[in-house]
């Protein structure tokens, strides 16, 4: 396949997909040493505290937190069963669902996402916000929202199922 110059190669328009898995994956190794440093967690298991820490109840269905961390269920039934093995959350059956599993932070998965957060958020600050004015990371915001939205007008992809492979 060639581009508009008449190299091979993804076309132009391609530029910003690239930028944007390039950025993402420098965020997610920047923080990753400050995870384990801080709390002994991985990258995914961070997002499953941050991500029950944000809810009131402190607590989410297995299948809310797939699909908002898009992560494979066989992968993220893993990385919840490590965290319960610390005491960090648990998990039971829903009592409006039988079929879905609920899982809760623990008053020790809120001590440690506290404990954990601001080195965080530090690093965060420090790799990829220092870079940005104000105005441009409103602009990015603004953009990664408009993309964000336009994927999660599709199906979760816990209302998907697998292509047979053949």
Avoid: C, N, W
């Avoid at 994956?25 to 002994?40: I, M, N, P, W, Y």
């Avoid at 992560?71 to 039971?92: A, D, I, M, N």
């Avoid at 506290?114 to 870079?131: C, S, Y």
Wanted: aromatic letters at 4%; glycine letters at 10%.
């Amino acid at each position: 396949m060639a581009d508009s110059t008449g190299r091979g190669g993804p076309p132009a328009e391609f530029t910003p997909y690239f930028a944007l898995l390039e950025a993402s994956a420098l965020v997610q190794h920047g923080v990753e040493a400050q995870l384990r440093e801080s709390g002994d967690l991985s990258f995914v298991q961070f997002q499953i505290l941050a991500m029950l820490s944000e809810d009131a109840g402190g607590t989410q269905t297995m299948t809310a937190i797939a699909d908002r961390l898009v992560h494979s269920r066989s992968g993220l039934t893993y990385q919840v069963q490590q965290l319960e093995k610390r005491g960090l959350l648990t998990r039971g059956p829903s009592a409006e669902d039988e079929r879905s599993t609920v899982v809760a932070l623990t008053g020790s998965g809120t001590a440690l996402i506290q404990r954990v957060l601001p080195g965080h958020m530090a690093v965060v600050r420090e790799i990829l916000l220092d870079a940005l004015d104000a105005g441009d990371g409103a602009e990015l915001t603004r953009l990664l929202e408009k993309v964000r939205q336009h994927m999660r007008a599709r199906p979760p992809r816990s209302a998907t199922r697998a292509r047979p492979r053949g």
